[in-house]
């Protein structure tokens, strides 16, 4: 039977996901979570250790968030347009007879997206609300001192009031915390001075995860105020000393993923935990509680580096299979490594040494991923992100170096090694396919519409090229293969060379050759790489089986 749950997450720690909302994660037949057009979403990485596998996910894009838009009908139109087209889209799993899990960080009804669903559905389908510890709580957590006690008022105040009325409440009450910070901040402070609370507030900044940092609110860099951020004046003078971040440095060099029996793993706070295959609590609620160590050292403390002195990040590529094809470079970083990050199943493929952390996680989890890794670095370890294949393709050097960008990360050195591509490699087995101009192009549609990237394959094909496909198929993404052989076959002959390596470099490698009219999307899996040829593309029979060019003259 069909039912809405708006799921309260809490502040960021998955740990903090109660008991009934990680029960419900965990059954849902859809979850459904928001993000911003950069596709990273919070929530679902909260959520991310309670999901099972299979589970149909519904990814609500904002069309904007504080930038400008040329909607006719201005920002708010483009809200509005938004939250009914996400209305609608919940509203065919709903009426289709499905659970949804609809995700909010911190309570459901507090500042949330949800209300916004549940002002359109609620009167419509079955609803009901999981509250989830809210942000004011972790923030007062994070401070470890009362936030009201006796008869003492605690006003909630959004940072986008105006300074004067943020003023004139903040007079008035005995306690506050100010919300939606980010650009507002510089407001905010002015109506603390002007109220005569500055001195005796604190900032907060992502609490409970692993970037938590606590300041005085009078030593904030305004330039620096994410939006996850909270502003917090305790009614009752602090008895005890507040533990602020020094330096303006991350609270915590230490991260926890959580990881589920799918081998899921979010990057959020604290230490890497992992959930034991299949671990349940009564009545098959997932226990949060029976999360151990997986930040797993090899048998010896971690090697240590000296007080203040920062590390740096290097992003490897191990190559796409075989051991052979991670190079000299690659392997001496991994053994001077004291942190290895990364997706399990390419962390399981670097050997383990003694002393050396190892930090396994989902790859649904990039940024924080990223995140973790300079975190690290920045408090002294020396960490190496690994991928598979080159770091730079459609893999982890991309999400370190963006995430760098951020002013905090500014003094952490990030470097990238090479490595062979998945691309090459499948290339290579059959010859020299990808011999002339050729384009790359990723058929997920996780981080961009698919509308993107149809375009692009319309564009490479009608050019000419010979391309490879990366990211065919998963166990949730099944209709690409055929979508993308039908827009080829707008521009190529059916008659044109595919080339299909499954697992090219490892145990079950299988590479051969079709027809783009043969293409068959049920033999193409999440481990297979497709190279599409041009009309220059060519296959012979040779001593072996077939092999497959595509010559370097053109137009002859």
Aim: glycine share 8%.
């Amino acid at each position: 039977m069909s039912k809405l749950w708006g799921v309260g997450l809490g502040p960021g720690d998955p740990e903090l996901v109660t008991v009934k909302a990680a029960r419900i994660i965990g059954e849902a037949d859809v979850i459904a979570f928001h993000s911003a057009r950069h596709g990273r979403s919070i929530s679902r990485a909260i959520a991310a250790p309670y999901m099972r596998a299979g589970q149909l996910e519904e990814h609500l894009v904002y069309p904007v968030t504080t930038e400008t838009t040329d909607h006719p009908g201005g920002y708010q139109g483009a809200i509005d347009e938004f939250y009914e087209r996400a209305a609608t889209a919940l509203a065919g799993h709903l009426a289709a007879g499905r659970t949804v899990a609809l995700l909010a960080a911190g309570d459901p009804l507090f500042y949330s997206s949800f209300m916004h669903m549940h002002r359109r559905l609620a009167d419509r389908f079955d609803t009901e609300i999981i509250p989830g510890v809210t942000s004011v709580s972790a923030a007062s957590a994070a401070l470890g001192t009362p936030l009201v006690e006796g008869d003492q008022v605690l006003t909630v105040l959004p940072g986008t009031m105006p300074t004067e009325e943020l003023t004139r409440r903040l007079r008035e009450t005995d306690a506050a915390a100010i919300m939606k910070l980010g650009r507002t901040y510089p407001g905010v402070r002015q109506a603390l001075s002007d109220s005569g609370r500055l001195a005796d507030a604190y900032y907060v900044e992502r609490a409970s995860s692993s970037r938590q940092r606590v300041l005085r609110a009078a030593e904030v860099d305004e330039a620096s105020v994410p939006y996850f951020a909270i502003t917090i004046v305790p009614g009752p003078e602090p008895a005890t000393r507040i533990a602020l971040t020094p330096d303006g440095a991350p609270a915590s060099s230490e991260i926890i993923g959580a990881t589920t029996d799918s081998g899921i793993a979010a990057a959020t706070n604290g230490r890497l935990r992992a959930t034991a295959a299949g671990s349940r609590v009564a009545d098959g609620v997932r226990a949060a509680a029976a999360h151990s160590p997986a930040a797993a050292s090899t048998g010896a403390e971690p090697r240590a580096t000296q007080s203040g002195q920062v590390g740096e990040v290097v992003v490897v590529g191990l190559g796409p299979g075989a051991e052979v094809w991670t190079t000299p470079e690659v392997r001496q970083a991994l053994a001077e490594a004291t942190d290895i990050v990364g997706y399990t199943t390419y962390v399981n493929r670097v050997p383990v040494r003694p002393g050396q952390r190892r930090h396994a996680s989902d790859n649904r989890v990039e940024s924080e991923r990223a995140g973790m890794a300079l975190d690290m670095a920045k408090q002294g370890a020396k960490v190496v992100v690994v991928s598979s294949g080159d770091p730079g393709v459609f893999a982890m050097a991309a999400a370190v170096i963006e995430e760098s960008a951020d002013p905090q990360w500014r003094e952490v050195p990030v470097r990238v090694l090479p490595g062979v591509t998945a691309a090459s490699a499948v290339a290579s087995r059959m010859g020299a396919p990808l011999g002339h101009d050729f384009a790359m192009i990723s058929l997920s549609d996780r981080l961009k519409p698919w509308e993107t990237v149809a375009q692009r394959i319309s564009a490479v094909a009608s050019a000419d090229m010979a391309f490879a496909v990366y990211n065919p198929a998963s166990s949730q993404r099944t209709w690409q293969v055929a979508a993308m052989r039908d827009l080829v076959l707008e521009h190529r002959k059916p008659q044109t060379p595919v080339v299909i390596g499954r697992d090219v470099g490892g145990p079950a490698e299988s590479v051969r050759v079709v027809t783009l009219a043969e293409l068959d999307p049920a033999e193409v899996d999440m481990r297979t790489l497709l190279i599409i040829g041009a009309s220059t593309t060519t296959v012979f029979d040779a001593a072996g089986g077939p092999r497959v060019f595509t010559s370097r003259r053109y137009g002859d």
